[in-house]
T-cell receptor
Framework: DTEVTQTPKHLVMGMTNKKSLKCEQH?????MYWYKQKAKKPPELMFV???????INESVPSRFSPECPNSSLLNLHLHALQPEDSALYLC???????????????FGSGTQLSVL | AQSVTQLGSHVSVSEGALVLLRCNYS??????LFWYVQYPNQGLQLLLK??????LVKGINGFEAEFKKSETSFHLTKPSAHMSDAAEYFC?????????FGSGTKLNVKP
């Protein structure tokens, strides 16, 4: 199984809503990532979890809250988002060799988020 | 610090023609380099990767790339374009815990 599964595929939410994005992998990877991608732009790194601990936060606003319940699961909790947060949110995983360059990222198909 | 630069935000070729997408890297250490493809409203799929083994790397769907240290380049090629190759292509270099993506090149294939 070389898949990273993201749910839901599409999400529409109001600015006062609370919602969560979910990501799952069963490849035994120990590093998991959240990326944000606006149309016609490359993915922008938001968070990295390494061995279930938050290792990188790219100065993401607190209305985005990541959670890694175990080595296979990654969540992104959303609260009080703004319309400019509308984007494709991608989850990825990698083997997670500490201190070494990442050999390969495996991406999910993403959640297309629209904030009204 | 690592970075990649993709030359040309849009490339248009005719079906059956050579595809050449350009990527130059900047890295203070021998890099790991990647090409990913993204179809509309989908995630990124790995085409091929260079991890300090053979300099000519073959990937999926007939794509290949050559690592040239003297030119700090890792250009992506395919001898004959197919309509299904139309997509966004990203070059990337990896560092500890991070990937650095280029700005992307949109490939258009004309019938």
């Amino acid at each position: 199984d070389t898949e990273v599964t993201q749910t839901p595929k599409h999400l529409v939410m109001g600015m006062t809503n609370k919602k969560s994005l979910k990501c799952e992998q069963h490849m035994g990877h120990r590093a998991m990532y959240w990326y944000k991608q606006k149309a016609k732009k490359p993915p922008e790194l938001m968070f990295v979890y390494s061995y279930e601990k938050l290792s990188i936060n790219e100065s993401v606003p607190s209305r985005f809250s990541p959670e890694c319940p175990n080595s296979s699961l990654l969540n992104l909790h959303l609260h009080a988002l703004q319309p400019e947060d509308s984007a494709l949110y991608l989850c990825a995983s990698s083997q997670g060799e500490s201190g070494r360059p990442t050999r390969e990222l495996f991406f999910g198909s993403g959640t297309q988020l629209s904030v009204l | 610090a690592q970075s990649v630069t993709q030359l040309g935000s849009h490339v248009s070729v005719s079906e059956g023609a050579l595809v050449l997408l350009r990527c130059n890297y900047s890295s203070s250490v021998p890099p790991y380099l990647f090409w990913y493809v993204q179809y509309p409203n989908q995630g990124l799929q790995l085409l091929l990767k260079y991890t300090s083994a053979a300099t000519l790397v073959k990937g999926i769907n007939g794509f290949e790339a050559e690592f040239k240290k003297s030119e700090t380049s890792f250009h992506l090629t395919k001898p004959s374009a197919h309509m299904s190759d139309a997509a966004e292509y990203f070059c990337a270099v990896s560092g500890p815990g991070k990937f650095y993506f280029g700005s992307g090149t949109k490939l258009n294939v004309k019938p």
